[in-house]
């Protein structure tokens, strides 16, 4: 088992700069009520021990709760946004809403209630003209704030000193292990989110680059029929699909699975239309529609009445939904090739399951390659998604890499190339990316495409999006 470090290669701060930092928070406040005199001001930072206060991970945990922070307060008219994620002391937002200050606290309360990060989030309320009439958590219906080690008063632990900096730190580091590591945890959001985070996966897979023969900003990689703004065509075409898969799973109300994944299968098919009318005819993200779609259906099934939900259920609908589709392959396997897919042609001749057989088993090497393999990344979302991209590249067998070469062996050739950008660095370093560069040109020379790959990248982007990873 993995052990996790939020503190790990973080700088340390003095205590002078904790004390500069308190004046900067409360000139930047005192400042923000003069300019928002009538408006609610919500100052949102973490509360870790030590003195490390800033790392990759303290950003991913503070994204993770600023996103739900945002998206709980979003019904209120919002009057100003400002983040500071890379802030040595620790990173802070601010956000001004014009509402009342009590319904704002409400929501700061609630959040740190609920969330499962946010026992470790300071989110301060206040409001120039509410001064002095603030209400208490125990006016608004809430109890105090229980410490994040031992479950009792926070405010009692804190004075009496009651646990070991390691102790705090363990607890911490424990936190981040049970939402990003063990099972990722989903929390639930509204259709329109999980349709922009659809949205935003397809963008953000064909702007990163280079990715070996596939198409991005600044090449067609090794396809002579597509470039971006091909795929941003096609991206935007899918969104009322995306609408439809959420819907369907949030609505589904029958036992078998299998139904809700014949339920969805027309809007499939009306997407894969809309995605050739879009694209003049091209077939951009034909694997993409089935397994995007499915994710997000079971996803919306599993986030059903507001729960959230984790990656492991999610992963467990996805397979119910796919429990008949083997059969299915089995079903064409004495079909004459034209009629077929590239998948079923491959099932055909090498016996793999195909994207068929990734839903049957539930899409695992989300949670086992791709999220942690973005997890670990570190860097801008273009070299953390090419880390992820590679890393998901050398795991599974790309139904389009195989066809492209035409043999299966191809798939160890991939696994070298992969562990030799890993062995350079990544795609953080110089190296990497012009290894990245090279391995492209090669792949156009010989025409092949992971496309397989892309596709998982696509979801993983998907999931991260929804956990508040990227
Ligand atoms: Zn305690």
Redesign the pocket.
Known sequence: METVDVFKNGPEVSLEQVLDNREWRSAKQTKLENDFPRATIVAVKLNLPGNVKNSAKIQQFFNAGWRILLASLNGWPIQSIELDISRPTGPEGFVVVSKDINSVKQVAIRFEESFPLGRFFDSDVMAKEAEGYQLSRQELGFEARR??????N?KA?AKAG??SFDELRQAVNHTYEQYFVQDPFLPYWDERSVVEAATFACLAEVVTNPKPGLVDPVSMGAHDDMDVDTFIDSSLALQPYFKECITAGRTFKKGQLTELLALIRPAGLAAEQAMKVATNGVNTHKGAIFTLGILIAAYGYCTQDQKSTTLSFVQKAVSAMGAHLLLENEKVADRSSQELTAGQVQYQKYRLAGVRGEVYEGLVPLSDVALPALRKSEGTTNERLLDTLMAIAAAITDSTLVKRAGDPAINREMIAWVAEFQKLGGAQTSAGMTFLSRLDQTFISRHLSIGGAADYLILTAFIARLMGLI
Not at 147 to 152: G, H, K, L, P, R
């Open positions: 410490c994040f080690v031992c479950d009792e926070a632990c009651r646990h």
